[in-house]
């Protein structure tokens, strides 16, 4: 063989690499997904686990790239709905909470003391109640997939034990985007201020609020007690579920192979997320504690106080969730 030809040889060779290697990182596919938190807390290990568990089993042909701490929408998380419904983002595990604006049947979750413990939870996401929610977010142009969870919220202070409602009375509490938060807080006479996270833990330290409302694990990760949050009460007034979701367009671009893998691996990091979220509870609340938080623990009475005070909530709010949603809720969580 002449050197002319073996360099043809060569050349053809090499040019069908690059044909193949472009053919291969054209069949490729990327997939943004925002989250307002990071791994360092369970919400952000929930979509990391999403994202390690799809690029093992579709061999490199689809892969997640999470973007935590709300990147995505500019640190703004109530906009993290429209940006995936408007294909800005292409898919998320969120909140409840800050979805709500948009879907309003999310609210659900936020009515206070409605859901008393993790098995209502359970009854709720798992049955017809559930459904219904999916039914609402899939209405919206975006497709939800399987869920996660936040925990029950708690509420911490810097100026003492909050035991009943007249304790609340004037405290400024930071709460999240969502008008059902204000009147709740408006409801025990506290002071509501709307900010996000990341203005929340500078307010925290400088006093220009005197407590928020968050789960353990943010809680305990995010050191809050180090911003004057000395008094923190457990009083599981509403749970946050969090939700694997991808934008409808980009759900239907996908083949059927795709959407099964991206349902089955959602599904899964979803029940490793909620397992290790509840076993964790204990120890976290164990460390908060041992950081010299003051913990109350409310009685039956107590928490019944807070019950109460709150139903002008439900008289507003559940209209506008709908009242055959509310009641299904209602019936699964009596019947857990």
């Not at 290697?21 to 990327?30: I, N, T």
């Not at 500019?74 to 294909?87: K, L, V």
């Not at 604006?101 to 559930?130: C, I, K, R, Y």
């Not at 893998?261 to 290790?276: D, F, K, P, S």
């Amino acid at each position: 063989m002449t050197l002319t030809r073996k360099m043809t040889h060569v050349t053809a060779g090499l040019a069908g690499a690059v044909l193949l290697a472009g053919a291969l990182s054209a069949q490729a596919r990327e997939l943004s997904v925002s989250t307002v938190l990071s791994d360092a807390f369970p919400w952000g290990q929930a979509a990391e686990k999403w994202a390690d568990l799809v690029e093992e089993r579709s061999d490199g042909e689809l892969t997640l790239r999470v973007y935590p701490n709300s990147q995505l929408v500019s640190g703004d998380q109530t906009r993290e709905f429209s940006a995936m419904r408007s294909g800005l983002i292409d898919a998320a595990v969120g909140s409840t909470i800050n979805w709500s604006p948009q879907v309003p049947e999310l609210n659900l979750f936020s009515l206070p003391f409605f859901l008393p413990d993790e098995a209502a939870v359970d009854a709720v996401t798992g049955g017809e109640a559930g459904d219904q929610v999916f039914a609402a977010i899939e209405s919206r142009g975006v497709v939800p997939l399987a869920w996660g969870e936040n925990g029950f919220r708690q509420l911490s202070n810097s100026s003492g034990p909050v035991e009943a409602p007249s304790d609340l009375e004037g405290l400024k509490v930071r709460v999240v985007g969502s008008p059902l938060f204000q009147d709740t807080f408006s409801a025990l006479d506290a002071d509501p201020t709307q900010m996000s996270w990341t203005d929340a833990q500078p307010a925290l330290t400088t006093g220009a609020v005197d407590g928020q409302e968050n789960p353990l694990s943010v809680f305990d990760v995010a050191r809050i007690d180090q911003a004057g949050q000395e008094y923190l009460t457990l009083w599981n007034y509403m749970n946050d579920p969090l939700i694997f979701a991808v934008n409808q367009s980009v759900w239907q671009s996908l083949s059927d192979a795709h959407q099964t893998l991206l349902r089955e691996t959602a599904e899964e990091a979803g029940a490793w997320e909620i397992a290790m979220t509840r076993e964790e509870e204990s120890e976290r609340l164990a460390a908060i504690q041992e950081r010299g938080v003051i913990v109350t623990e409310l009685t039956d009475d107590q928490y019944q106080r807070f019950v109460d005070a709150t139903q002008t909530v439900y008289e507003k709010w559940v209209p506008r969730i709908g009242e055959e949603l509310v009641e299904n809720a209602r019936e699964a969580v009596e019947s857990r």
